[in-house]
């Protein structure tokens, strides 16, 4: 099985709770974590990049949905609104992952999803609001 990257949102009574450590002893899922905001008393955000064979990963995902996850594809929750860009290309040197080029072609700003890891550095830094993160 190819890596999955995900976005799951917990609610706050799930944040002390072993979620990855599941993943990896039931389910016998490899995991790398791309960005987590989990506080104390808090709803918590942990994208993931899951690797294990399709029946664990699938029981793993079910796993999580069972104790109240919200469990996302990565690719849905940025975007780009090629309406309001206007090449300026201020969020390119920002992105760690080079999700955000300049086409040498057509000097557009090209967004590639799956090279995204939602750090949200683009969606700050863009001052037309292009980029989005939608939770």
Same mark, same amino acid.
């Given at each position: 099985?190819?890596?999955?990257?995900? $976005? @799951?949102?917990?609610?706050?009574? +799930?944040? %002390?709770?072993?979620?990855?450590?599941? @993943?990896?002893?039931?389910? =016998?899922?490899?995991?790398?974590? &791309?960005?987590?905001?989990?506080?104390?008393?808090?709803?918590? &955000? #942990?994208? @993931?990049? !899951?690797?294990? =064979?399709?029946? =664990?990963?699938?029981?793993?995902?079910?796993? &999580?949905?069972?104790?109240?996850?919200?469990?996302?594809? #990565?690719?849905? %929750?940025?975007? +780009? %609104?090629?309406?309001?860009?206007?090449?300026?290309?201020?969020?390119?040197? !920002?992105?760690?992952?080079?999700? @955000?080029?300049? %086409?040498?072609?057509?000097?557009? $700003?090209?967004?590639?999803?799956?090279?995204?890891?939602?750090?949200? +550095?683009? $969606?700050?830094?863009?001052?037309?609001?292009? +980029?989005?993160?939608?939770?």
């Amino acid at each position: 099985m190819e890596r999955i990257k995900i $976005v @799951l949102h917990f609610p706050k009574q +799930m944040v %002390d709770q072993p979620i990855v450590y599941k @993943l990896v002893k039931d389910f =016998n899922l490899a995991f790398n974590i &791309l960005k987590a905001e989990i506080n104390p008393n808090e709803e918590g &955000l #942990l994208v @993931l990049e !899951l690797k294990g =064979n399709e029946t =664990n990963y699938k029981k793993g995902i079910e796993y &999580l949905k069972s104790e109240g996850v919200k469990v996302q594809p #990565l690719s849905q %929750d940025v975007s +780009m %609104d090629k309406n309001c860009c206007v090449e300026c290309t201020v969020c390119i040197p !920002l992105c760690p992952t080079q999700a @955000l080029v300049k %086409d040498a072609k057509t000097e557009e $700003v090209k967004f590639f999803k799956d090279k995204c890891i939602v750090c949200g +550095m683009c $969606v700050k830094a863009c001052p037309y609001g292009a +980029m989005k993160i939608e939770f």
